[in-house]
């Protein structure tokens, strides 16, 4: 098949070189044609949302080219297993009736494909509600440093935040101070900008598959005063997809588990009397979180 290749094409592909050896051979014709078959008007909008994303802290806006890209592609690629889907859907129902203000969503972390196969599994149902769009994830600075992952971040929003010292893997630390700003311009965004928001309490994707403890920190993002809905989340398959230390896709299963939603001003009221309030609240869904994750792998929180 012949291509013609308008100017904005070869710019996208250019900025993403090396992106065809990511996939199986057998994927990479539909993803060209899916790429050829684009208007310039849609490439000019992701490519100046590119140019941006990860230049300051707090929300920047996803990509409908990276959306409809990369649901081709995990759709192609994954089969999934999604349990419990009726609590989604409760949570969605309250936040669209305004029963809630926010719903957040607590997941796992194994890979940095997760987030991205949480979006293509939800993504039907956030349509239903009115929330097509609405989806915004937690990043740390280590998401924006490598073109593809910066490209599959633009999958939905994103709210860039500086990871806590206690688990940061950038070669230079940031300054306390750098990260007290980036929270607070995160939060200040949250309660301003987002309806829904997915974030990994853990801060970094566990490398045995192990459930890590979760940090204190994630608090503040989660408890911003409003009405706000959590809903818990367990994702295995997201290392299989995408390992860790690896560029290449592969093929996989992938089994998604859905927790009760609880409101969190109920959760603050039922620990009030906790000396350590924010860490008891962030270990209370852990708990939750593990309760529906492999037994083998609750780790920290399967006792």
Not at 131 to 136: E, G, I, K, N, P
């Amino acid at each position: 098949m012949v291509f013609e290749m308008s100017e904005l094409t070869d710019k996208m592909i250019k900025l993403l070189d090396g992106w065809e050896t990511s996939l199986p051979p057998e994927v990479v014709p539909d993803i060209r044609d899916f790429v050829f078959s684009m208007d310039d008007s849609m490439i000019s909008e992701f490519l100046e949302k590119y140019e941006n994303a990860g230049a300051d802290w707090g929300y920047s806006e996803g990509s409908i080219l990276v959306k409809k890209c990369l649901d081709l592609t995990l759709n192609r690629m994954l089969n999934f297993d999604v349990s419990n889907i009726q609590h989604l859907v409760s949570a969605l129902k309250d936040l669209k009736d305004g029963k809630s203000d926010r719903l957040v969503i607590l997941s796992n972390h194994l890979s940095y494909s997760d987030a991205n196969i949480i979006a293509v599994a939800f993504d039907k149902y956030l349509e239903e509600y009115g929330f097509r769009d609405a989806l915004s994830v937690i990043a740390g600075p280590k998401v924006f440093t490598h073109p593809l992952r910066k490209f599959a971040s633009m999958h939905f929003n994103s709210l860039l935040i500086a990871q806590s010292q206690a688990v940061a893997t950038l070669e230079v630390p940031l300054p306390i101070r750098v990260i007290a700003r980036a929270a607070a311009k995160v939060a200040e965004d949250i309660k301003n900008r987002v309806k829904i928001f997915l974030v990994f309490p853990e801060g970094r994707r566990s490398r045995d598959g192990n459930l890590l403890p979760f940090l204190q920190g994630v608090y503040r993002l989660i408890d911003t005063g409003d009405n706000v809905t959590v809903l818990p989340v367990s994702v295995v398959g997201g290392e299989k997809f995408l390992p860790v230390s690896q560029s290449l896709l592969e093929y996989a299963d992938v089994k998604i588990n859905i927790g009760p939603a609880e409101n969190i001003r109920d959760v603050v009221s039922s620990l009030s009397s906790s000396p350590n309030l924010k860490q008891d609240v962030m270990d209370y869904f852990g708990r939750k979180i593990a309760a529906i994750h492999p037994v083998e792998r609750r780790g920290v929180y399967g006792q």
